[in-house]
């Protein structure tokens, strides 16, 4: 299973064309409502998530939680009480944590990122605590992946989706997308 959480100021971009791309792979995705069964993006687009966050479960079915940047909705996944334990529910069991713009400074403050390649939006980098920063758009290391932000949300949907499956099944994505 696949979360993708969505709280009040996501940015669509970075959290849709991930859920999009994964779902072409086959993977089994739930958008999550944070604090509310309807959640409105940065840019006023409401949002009727799969399930809110009492009904997830925190078990060895989790695969991947996606955390989308936008302001505020980074501010308001980061104050989520739900969301903080389970990012530390994946990292201590070994399982992926993909977050991007604004998001992978989250995981900067709860010092995942120490030793670790990341990459976010410019603005966000002096919150990567301990990551040695790249330009790229999107890193992965480990179980962790981070991009720039919404003009990465494709190549950062096709990264999690060649993880979770196969790079064959993500070039395959990407030819049928019509991406470069």
Do not use: W
């Not at 999550?32 to 069964?37: E, L, R």
């Not at 713009?101 to 900067?108: K, Q, V, W």
């Not at 040695?132 to 990264?159: C, R, W």
């Amino acid at each position: 299973m696949i979360y993708i959480f969505l709280a009040n100021g996501f940015e669509e971009m970075e959290a849709l064309a991930p859920t999009d791309i994964l779902r072409r792979a086959k993977c089994d995705v739930k958008t999550v409502a944070v604090g509310a069964s309807e959640i409105v993006s940065s840019h006023g687009v409401t949002v009727r998530p799969d399930i809110t966050e009492d009904q997830i479960q925190l078990d060895d079915e989790l695969e991947m939680i996606v955390l989308p940047g936008g302001m505020p909705g980074t501010l308001n996944l980061e104050a989520s009480e739900f969301v903080q334990k389970a990012v530390d529910h994946c990292a201590e069991n070994g399982k992926y944590i993909a977050a991007i713009c604004a998001a992978p400074s989250i995981l900067g403050h709860k010092g995942l990122l120490k030793g670790k390649k990341a990459t976010s939006f410019p603005s966000f980098t002096k919150d990567l605590e301990g990551a040695q920063v790249l330009d790229d758009l999107v890193v992965a290391d480990g179980k962790i992946i981070t991009a720039k932000g919404a003009g990465a949300s494709i190549e950062f949907g096709l990264k999690l989706a060649e993880m979770i499956t196969s790079k064959e099944t993500s070039d395959n994505i990407r030819a049928g997308m019509q991406c470069r």
